[in-house]
């Protein structure tokens, strides 16, 4: 038994009162994304060196390339990993699902039916069953970032406080919280179990350690989607500040 | 208070066809959508078929939509929609059987080849609260099968024969997670239950009555489940040097009980 | 007669289904029956519901499952829980109900948990169990403020894990029986279309819950009209206590259209606490030991006499006030009247007090049944649950109709089983299927007529206004006069330009039939019970009578009339009078014992 066609007569505002028309999320959302994504392919494929200084880009950390002796497209080696981190992240699925695919756009919003919607069943998108392996990844990634962090608080003459170094800072702080509520990492700490307190001997009933670290990061994981937002900017606009002391458009102000 | 007159526009029809029609209510305080079609059956048309129960939000039977958005009719305030025709319609991924009610009996069928729980031991348990606090959160569901209803793959790709949709794998999750259960159902998730058309869009959560995070607190964990067999070497190759903590069930329901 | 009415009345025509047991009701004390039923797998089992699976009355139980499992008092016992309930009954019960209840409980809670159903724990791990009104102590295991949900969704799933057939949104209209009046069959009709379907049994369990929706001010679902009990009587089943209508103290009044719905015995339970408009907690006044966790009826009268005597609030009830508990506790033990009160009346019971007044909950009156095999008088029909009776007596205890459906669902389906197994089947007279059909169709048939939604309102307000909490002679003869008035309209229902498709008009003409029917054994149970006592509250006999305490009214159909016999109370075995004989419970008693006298009250 088929359902009515119900687009027939007057058809409702899908509109509920007090809240935004559902296709400005996912518009903005693509648009964004969209504009990331030819600004990395810019900044990663047409630039050779993202050092100034002490500050390295957190486009060309760690430097891999240049210790391989490559010459051109020196961040290639390493931007790959941290890019299918958030390709394969659950929010971001989400996001583009919805706003670069339509699948769904909007909740209860009906969607083209030209290609035979497979879910996440086939290649590409049942390889973000591996987002647990770019997790690892990005975490080895995060720890030359929190390095980078350090040494942008270092300049030739020692110890300062710039403001690229604080905005390195926010950067590495933003994406330590991004990296560390991923869903994937919430399984492995503890989602994977079914009992927490099911152990043994005197500490039965008593909360694990592993526990401890799911309740953790289960918290945080709420946030997840502002984080990976947060930490979008962030290396973003780490990134362009690097850029343009290169190019010498702008001059980094000491604070103290 | 003032007699304000809000009008409801309701679908009436069946299988083969129907349209709009609007009645005029007049709005009384605190009203919800379906005390103002309580109204409409007893003053305009008594034949309208609504299905509902307790009109206390705890039976999930009121499910429709209402302009556009899948929701209760019994937690729906009509003071939401002020100045506004309210359109009421019945659920888009159900087959209509009159005016507002749907046929929901395929959830009543693919929740019975779920492996049902299986304990290691008969109850008492000693569970502690910390344990079960995650799965209590999906034993709030009352089945209304919004989250079935908005969740695109059912709605929009006739996806019944390929996935259970958001409610089930709430309730998969709520056995699979239960700190006393032995059954492993990774390959019944994969196979037969259909995680893998899942693309973890959210709509479920977002129009769940009882506010169950079924994407990020069922969905994505089973689907981490599934991984963790499927996708992860690594964890294959540890599984073989231990022993197995669940038993695995067979992807093909069993034809004889279900 | 229109076409689409005439092809089905050839009674050879209608669809025809054979189960050697048959249910009717899928709230909790049906699918236990149909669980126990079908154990063995050598009878089949058939589940008949109005409603959808996992819809019915019993997703509203909310406070807990009351059973004696010692998991934080540890003085608690069978022996104790029995005492609560007979005392609080005001000993109308049937003590041999109440002694398998009581023994049985406990072990039908932990099945659950067998089951997969997940109660909130102690520290220690175990089932934690809350204190509710009367109750000696904290006995109540439950999740949140959800219980009922978490009963009927286990039972629901382990049902349909099992050999049962359930046939979904039938409404069934009668009870078929051969010419010895036993029991033959269930004849409905699919509310989808309005087909007829005929079920052919060997015995009938009777699941269909209780008729608080005969009542304006309701905390009932749509579904509890009573049919059971009205198609059980009519093929002469017996009904008794009939007069005992529990109204729970804590409904909501504001805004008016969620009138009546159910407050939750948690609230007091978790420490709520009542107060009248000049901020006086009045429980005290009324009793001053149990307090706010006094049992329904002494609370709920005690909130209309502070409303008689002026001190009620704007919307005629008292101010309930958990707010002085923190905010996260209040929103983790009572989630669902959190969200209730936030959604429908835009009051957060956090952070301010809330109006509550009496609303219908319970009908402890029902099928008179034997307490071992739930069997009632017409050989082959079972009763359990709300529409049976015998154990909550005058007064239901909070958390025992959660354990009532349980023990008794069980008893009943196992009772059943035991009874299909040596039985034949019946024959089913045609004449009678062709009577049936025709008094089914009857209200699509004519043109004019009492419109049933209107009648059904009239009944609600009958009820409420004359054969409510309070009750006189003058009160219940005006009541039963109207009531008669509208039986005679109710034979002229219609339902205008309607299908047999999917018509809730139609619906309600049986649902408005069976209400009618039990309003007036209603009222005539309560005129016959000259005193008051537990719910059943008479002006004209404000005192308990010792010898109309010795009674149970027993009403049945004989030929069209309704008679009305006083049958004695059972009378209790020495071993279980004996507990009796002091004034303080079993276990209450025993702790007072270890502790040394004088430090009894907890």
């Avoid at chain 1, 518009?27 to 993202?50: I, K, P, R």
């Avoid at chain 2, 959210?202 to 991984?227: F, S």
């Avoid at chain 3, 996260?328 to 009247?337: F, H, N, R, S």
Wanted: proline share 5%.
């Amino acid at each position: 038994m088929a359902q009515p066609e119900q687009q027939v007569g007057n058809v409702p505002p899908r509109v509920p009162k007090g809240t935004r028309p559902y296709w400005v999320e996912p518009t903005v959302t693509a648009v964004v994304f969209g504009l990331f994504v030819l600004y990395s392919l810019w900044e990663t494929l047409f630039h050779h060196n993202g050092v100034y200084g002490n500050y390295i880009s957190p486009f060309f950390s760690p430097q891999l390339g240049r210790w391989l002796g490559m010459k051109d497209f020196i961040a290639i080696p390493v931007v790959w990993a941290p890019f299918l981190f958030r390709a394969t992240c659950y929010y971001y699925r989400k996001e583009y699902n919805r706003a670069w695919f339509w699948h769904p756009a909007g909740c209860a919003v009906s969607e083209p039916r030209a290609r035979k919607y497979t879910g996440e069943t086939r290649f590409p998108f049942s390889w973000a069953n591996l987002h647990r392996y770019f997790w690892y990844l990005a975490v080895i990634v995060l720890m030359f970032l929190w390095k980078d962090t350090i040494q942008a608080f270092i300049f030739p003459g020692g110890f300062a406080v710039n403001v690229g170094s604080l905005l390195f800072l926010l950067n590495a702080v933003l994406l330590t919280f991004y990296t560390f509520s991923c869903h994937a990492f919430r399984h492995i700490v503890g989602g994977r179990q079914n009992c927490y307190s099911c152990t043994l001997g005197p500490n039965a009933g008593k909360p694990t350690a592993s526990y401890r670290v799911w309740n953790l990061v289960s918290r945080w994981n709420l946030r997840h989607g502002a984080w990976a937002w947060a930490s979008l900017f962030s290396v973003w606009a780490v990134d362009v500040y690097v850029r343009l002391l290169i190019l010498h458009v702008i001059h980094d102000v000491r604070l103290f | 208070m003032s007699e304000e007159i809000i009008i409801l526009s309701v679908f009436r029809g069946d299988a083969d066809g129907g349209q709009e029609q609007e009645y005029r209510v007049p709005l009384e305080t605190g009203m919800v959508v379906l005390d103002a079609l309580h109204y409409v059956q007893t003053e305009y048309a008594p034949d309208l078929a609504v299905r509902w129960n307790c009109k206390a939000a705890h039976c999930g039977s009121c499910s429709a939509e209402i302009n556009g958005m899948p929701k209760l009719l019994c937690k729906t305030r009509l003071d939401d929609y002020v100045g506004q025709v309210i359109h009421v319609r019945p659920m888009h991924a159900f087959p209509l059987i009159k005016d507002l009610v749907t046929d929901v009996s395929w959830n009543y069928r693919v929740a019975k080849q779920i492996p049902a729980f299986q304990p290691s031991t008969p109850a008492p348990f000693v569970m502690y609260q910390r344990d079960v606090d995650r799965i209590q959160e999906f034993h709030q569901c009352i089945e209304c099968f919004l989250c079935q209803d908005t969740c695109h793959v059912l709605r929009e790709h006739e996806g019944q024969e390929r996935y259970f949709g958001p409610r089930m794998m709430a309730k998969i999750a709520e056995w699979d997670m239960h700190p006393m259960d032995t059954k492993d159902r990774t390959a019944f998730l994969k196979d037969v239950a259909g995680i893998p058309m899942c693309n973890v869009t959210r709509c479920c959560v977002e129009v769940c009555p009882e506010h169950i995070v079924i994407t990020d607190n069922a969905i994505i964990p089973l689907k981490e489940r599934v991984a963790d067999v499927y996708w992860d070497p690594i964890q294959a190759l540890f599984r073989r040097f231990r022993r197995p903590a669940k038993t695995p069930v067979p992807t093909e329901p069993s034809s004889a009980e279900g | 007669m229109p076409s689409y009415l005439a092809d089905q009345v050839n009674v050879e025509s209608i669809e025809q289904h054979k189960y050697d047991i048959i249910i009717v009701g899928a709230g909790g004390a049906g699918l236990r029956a149909a669980i126990a039923a079908s154990e063995g797998e050598q009878q089949t089992v058939a589940v008949v519901t109005k409603s959808l699976l996992g819809k019915a009355h019993t997703v509203m139980a909310e406070g807990g499952v009351a059973a004696s499992l010692a998991n934080v008092d540890s003085d608690d016992s069978w022996d104790t829980h029995f005492y609560d309930t007979m005392k609080s009954g005001h000993f109308i019960n049937d003590y041999r109900v109440a002694e398998v209840f009581a023994k049985e409980v406990p072990d039908r809670v932990l099945e659950l948990e067998t089951w997969g159903a997940v109660f909130d724990r102690t520290p220690a791990g175990k089932i934690m169990q809350r204190p509710f009104g009367a109750h000696s102590f904290r006995r109540l295991a439950h999740i949140g403020d959800r219980t009922g949900k978490e009963l009927i969704r286990t039972l629901q799933y382990k049902a349909i894990h099992q050999a049962v057939d359930v046939y979904q949104e039938v409404t069934s209209t009668a009870l078929l029986v051969d010419g010895q009046g036993q029991i033959a069959g269930v004849f409905g009709y699919y509310r989808e279309d309005g087909r007829f379907v005929l079920f052919r049994a060997k015995a009938v369990v009777l699941a269909t819950g209780g008729w608080g929706k005969a009542y304006k001010v309701t905390s009932n679902s749509w579904e509890s009209t009573g049919d059971g009990a009205a198609m059980a009587f009519r093929v002469g089943a017996e009904l008794m206590d009939m007069e005992m209508v529990q109204f729970h103290p804590t409904g909501m009044v504001w805004p008016p259209g969620v009138r009546g719905l159910l407050v939750t015995e948690g609230v007091r339970g978790e420490g709520g606490l009542l107060y009248n408009s000049q901020h006086e907690r009045f429980m005290l006044r009324y009793d001053p030991v149990l307090q706010e966790l006094s049992s329904r009826d002494v609370v709920a009268r005690s909130i209309y006499k502070e409303n008689q005597a002026g001190r009620g609030t704007p919307h005629g009830g008292a101010w309930l006030d958990i707010s002085y508990k923190p905010a996260e506790y209040v929103k983790a033990k009572l989630p669902g009247m959190y969200e209730q009160f936030r959604t429908l009346a835009d009051v957060d019971i956090t952070r301010e007090p809330f109006e509550v007044a009496p609303t219908t909950h319970y009908t402890m009156g029902g099928l008179r049944v034997q307490a071992d095999t739930c069997a009632t008088n017409v050989p082959g029909l079972f009763a359990a649950g709300e529409v049976a009776c015998g154990l909550h007596g005058a007064n239901r205890l909070g958390g025992n109709s959660l354990g009532d459906i349980l023990v008794f669902g069980r008893r009943a389906g196992m009772g059943a089983r035991e009874y299909a197994a040596q039985a034949e089947w019946k024959q089913i007279d045609p004449a009678t299927l062709e009577r049936e059909a025709a008094r089914v169709l009857a209200p699509l048939t004519r043109e004019e007529g009492e419109q049933p939604y209107r009648l059904q309102v009239e009944l609600q307000e009958t009820m409420t206004t004359y054969a409510g909490m309070v009750r006189s002679q003058e009160s219940l003869q005006t009541g039963l006069a109207r009531l008669q008035e509208l039986e005679e309209r109710a034979a002229r229902m219609a339902v205008k330009g309607g299908t047999r498709a999917y018509n809730p008009g139609w619906h309600t003409v049986f649902d408005v039939q069976s209400m009618l029917l039990l309003g007036m054994v209603i009222i005539r149970g309560a005129l016959a019970r000259q005193e008051s006592r537990g719910a059943h509250w008479r002006l004209d006999f404000p005192e308990e009578l010792p010898e109309v305490g010795a009674v149970n009214f027993v009403q049945r159909l004989s030929g069209d009339q309704i008679v009305i016999e006083p049958t004695p109370v059972p009378k209790m075995p020495a071993e279980l009078a004996r507990l009796f004989e002091h004034d303080r419970a079993p276990g209450v008693r025993r702790r007072a014992e270890r502790n040394g006298e004088g430090r009894a009250d907890r």
